[in-house]
């Protein structure tokens, strides 16, 4: 994939991926830091993983690179994630720290997430609610944007694949003195899938998107800088032969720096329409525009360490059918702080707070964390505590729905927040081209917000369930050669325990593994080969079906286990051309039934890309 911010003249060695504890981060404290000295455990996927994993988009690429994340169909055929417990309302997603507006049962579309001009994506699993507010209860995921190389370039890029899945993606970035910009535009599209087996579902729908964006940097001193940005999105999927269903969404903002403040302004409106065939009408049933204010400040002061200090207004508005009646709109209002505490040459404490408050819900939430890194040699040891939460949305507040006549489903005024308390313990050992990482999570989530059959409404009411416990062991080891192999194994086992009688309606598979193995050769001047095999094991499950109509006609439903394997190899020329050829699904794994929770395979798939750099 051009454009993903690989260097033309990336090493063939493959002890180069040990590199990657020496990246900065900014997602687990908000300061810059090294990855090795960053005491919240934090995952990066770097452009180097990202061009060899072949994934066009966040859902293959976390799948890839993360066991314990499951991908699956939600109503309507909306993507929802299961990451290692946590649905799509308990991961928050960013795009350089800024939130996204629009939802679908409490996930974020997908699909405005694509990988071209990512420099990397990091991921902090555990509560984040004491930086990041609401939705960070069980992590975040953070797409940081690639800056612009010196000089003049343009990218090209094209993919054709399995069931006439296409993508076409032009990156042009400019950069002289002080001023920089990158302009990106993707076409992605796939035909109607026909799954071979029965089903909760019998086709995935033909869908069309295209996502531009555009960033433009000034640096006016050393000192001081203005960030400006723009993107439209537009996604249409043939639901029936009538209508269409038409997502758009409108992003801008823009960002000052001086010294150690950060003031930024972001608007994001996310749109859904039905479009009519026949004649040619759209109509908008749905709207979310937010409107953010962000002020930081942070300053190294000698001997006492990093204070970081800041705070948000956010504007949420929205209009959808599924109100009866007029549009809702909140104001959430916050503050943070944190000390990040270097207390000496082997240990960084970082305590911190954040209080949140939301009009709508009146919720209001003082989140706390603690987090310790001990480092000493070739092993390092952490410690954490952060507290989380997620206010109720307006959705889930005023929520008033008719399901074609049949029943309604309500939202509930009275909702409490959702609220988590997450604890882990991990060590990390790293002797030469070896890294070794092993950890313990605990996650005690309170009041979490779902919905049941409510008798006396004849309907289904969002409510607040009781305490949930999720606990487990991770462990991942790399290996790198010096002869440009690179092997990487991860493996998660997830306890998760609700309340008798509770229903399980989105189970977390107890047992996850992945498997990655790259080999890099540069075998001439500007040639460089590179292969890569991917697998991944997601262990059988039990889980609850629910009845819309009743809790009571809830049954249980084992989901069986499933191994998926891919292989893909790439031939760059002349530093400019680079050809690959992949083969998905190596073991043709066909479920015998397309559960919500099935992989969407209809057995051995493949693709072929050409990328050229001018």
């Known amino acids: 994939m051009v454009g993903s911010g690989v260097s033309d003249t990336a090493p063939d060695l493959a002890v180069a991926d040990c590199d990657t504890l020496e990246t900065v981060v900014v997602t687990a404290t908000r300061t810059p830091k090294l990855l090795k000295d960053s005491p919240v455990q934090t995952r990066v996927i770097n452009s180097r993983d990202i061009e060899r994993s072949g994934a066009g988009n966040i859902a293959t690429l976390l799948e890839q690179q993360l066991p314990g994340v499951e991908f699956s169909l939600g109503m309507a055929q909306n993507a929802q994630i299961n990451f290692s417990g946590f649905n799509g309302g308990g991961i928050l997603f960013l795009i350089d720290g800024e939130r996204m507006a629009g939802e679908t049962l409490d996930n974020p579309d997908y699909s405005r997430l694509n990988l071209q001009n990512v420099e990397r994506v990091e991921i902090v699993k555990g509560a984040a609610s004491s930086l990041y507010g609401s939705n960070a209860t069980g992590g975040v995921v953070n797409i940081i944007s690639a800056k612009p190389r010196e000089g003049t370039h343009l990218s090209l890029n094209a993919r054709y694949g399995s069931h006439t899945t296409q993508r076409y993606g032009a990156l042009a970035t400019y950069r002289k003195g002080r001023v920089s910009n990158s302009l990106d535009a993707r076409f992605d599209s796939h035909s109607e899938i026909k799954f071979p087996n029965p089903g909760d579902f019998s086709v995935a729908f033909a869908t069309h998107s295209w996502n531009v964006r555009d960033r433009f940097r000034i640096d006016i001193s050393d000192d001081a800088s203005i960030t400006a940005r723009a993107g439209y999105f537009r996604r249409e999927r043939d639901s029936s032969a009538a209508a269409r269903d038409r997502y758009r969404d409108i992003s801008a903002g823009i960002s000052a720096i001086w010294k150690d403040f950060n003031l930024s302004y972001a608007f994001d409106c996310y749109d859904k329409y039905d479009y009519m065939k026949e004649s040619g009408s759209q109509i908008r049933d749905y709207r979310n525009r937010q409107n953010t204010l962000h002020l930081q400040y942070s300053h190294e002061f000698d001997g006492v360490g990093t204070i970081t200090a800041g705070g948000d207004w956010l504007d949420d508005y929205l209009l959808t059918y599924e109100f009866a009646g007029d549009s809702r709109n909140q104001t959430n209002l916050d503050a943070y702080l944190q000390w990040d505490w270097h207390l000496s040459e082997s240990v960084w404490i970082v305590p911190g707070m954040r209080y949140d408050w939301f009009s709508a819900s009146r919720a209001n939430r003082l989140s706390p964390k603690l987090s310790m890194l001990w480092r000493k040699g070739s092993f390092a040891l952490r410690a954490n505590y952060a507290a989380g939460f997620r206010a109720p949305t307006l959705k889930e507040l005023y929520m008033d729905f008719d399901m074609a006549g049949i029943f309604k489903v309500y939202g509930n005024p009275d909702l ?103 080999y890099t050769r540069l075998w001439k001047s500007g040639w460089r080969f590179s292969a890569t095999a991917n697998f991944k094991w997601m262990s059988a499950v039990t889980g609850d079906v629910l009845d819309l109509f009743s809790q009571e006609a809830a049954r249980t439903q084992r989901y069986p286990a499933y191994s998926l394997l891919g292989i893909s190899a790439s031939q760059t020329m002349w530093n400019q051309l680079t050809l690959t050829v992949g083969i998905d699904n190596l073991l043709n794994y066909i479920p015998d039934y397309y559960y919500y929770n099935s992989p969407l395979t209809t057995g051995i798939g493949g693709y072929i890309s050409l990328a050229w750099e001018i």
């Open 416 to 518: 409490k927040s959702e609220t988590s308390h997450n604890m882990n313990i991990s060590g990390e050992w790293m002797k030469g081209g070896l890294n070794l990482t092993a950890s313990v999570f605990h996650n005690i989530v309170n009041d979490r917000i779902s919905y049941l059959w409510n008798e006396t409404l004849k309907g289904q009411q969002y409510i607040n369930l009781s305490r949930m416990h999720l606990c487990g062991v991770d462990a991942s080891a790399d290996m790198a050669f010096n002869f440009g192999l690179s092997l990487h194994g991860n493996y998660i086992y997830t306890y998760e325990h609700i309340k008798k009688g509770e229903l399980r309606a989105n189970p977390t598979r107890p047992h996850a593994l992945t498997l990655r193995g790259d």
